[in-house]
């Protein structure tokens, strides 16, 4: 050990202060967040996952649509929903943003009415195709 280590080496229980206050310089475990997913462990892809609007805001393009479904159960960005529509033909969206517990999508303006009237049924990826 030269002199620089040995007078410079820490101890397995060193600290280090600056301006008063210590921080612990120890070796650590390492931590992985509260509600993260490592990336070795991801839930697997939804294949008709139900869901339900429970959001929607006019923007430009028609209106942002936010689904009680997101990465938690297997969604993903660009995955195919469709809204079930009571009357008439189901309408198809493609997921653009996902977070833990919800994602968002954008459809046509012409849905504002069937969604004001009760149509916020959804089923993400049907029959797995994404």
């Known amino acids: 050990m030269s002199d620089y280590e040995s007078t410079h080496a820490p101890s397995p229980s060193a600290s280090n202060s600056?301006?008063?206050v210590e921080h612990d310089v120890s070796p650590r475990t390492s931590v992985t967040a509260v509600g993260h997913t490592p990336s070795n462990h991801k839930?697997?892809?939804a294949v008709n996952l139900p869901g339900r609007i429970v959001g929607v805001?006019?923007?430009t393009g028609g209106l942002?649509?936010?689904i009680n479904a997101g990465s938690e159960r297997g969604v993903r960005v660009g995955m195919k929903g469709v809204i079930k529509v009571h009357s008439g033909p189901e309408?198809?969206?493609?997921?653009?943003e996902v977070i833990e517990d919800s994602c968002r999508a954008l459809i046509p303006i012409t849905m504002h009415q069937?969604?004001?009237s009760g149509d916020?049924?959804?089923v993400i990826n049907p029959r797995g195709k994404h």
Not at 91 to 96: A, D, G, L, S
């Open 114 to 116: 069937q969604i004001m």
């Open 91 to 96: 309408e198809v969206f493609q997921i653009r």
């Open 43 to 45: 839930s697997p892809s």
């Open 120 to 122: 916020r049924d959804v």
């Open 57 to 59: 805001s006019q923007v």
């Open 18 to 20: 600056t301006l008063g």
């Open 64 to 66: 942002q649509i936010t």
